[in-house]
């Protein structure tokens, strides 16, 4: 049973998670030889105010 987390930057719609969670599915079913049901997909939306790259805090940017 394959469980991917993904931590991305917090603003994505709905819509873009819903596409992005086929997108892991469809490839995992097809390049690992999972089954749908067996994929599960979860989001962590970070605030920019919890991200530092480079010592820069996300949000200074």
Same mark, same amino acid.
């Given at each position: ?9 917090? &603003? *994505? #719609?709905?819509?873009? $998670?819903?596409?992005?969670? $086929?997108?892991?599915? !469809?490839? @995992?079913? %097809?390049? +690992? +030889?999972? *089954?749908?049901?067996? =994929?599960?997909?979860?989001? #962590?939306?970070? $605030? $920019?105010? !919890?991200?530092? =790259? &480079? +010592?820069? @805090?996300? #949000? %200074?940017?």
């Amino acid at each position: 049973m394959p469980v991917v987390n993904i931590q991305l930057l917090e &603003g *994505r #719609s709905v819509e873009q $998670k819903a596409k992005i969670a $086929k997108a892991v599915t !469809d490839i @995992l079913v %097809e390049i +690992g +030889g999972a *089954r749908p049901e067996a =994929v599960t997909v979860i989001f #962590s939306d970070i $605030k $920019k105010s !919890d991200l530092a =790259v &480079g +010592g820069k @805090l996300a #949000s %200074e940017k």
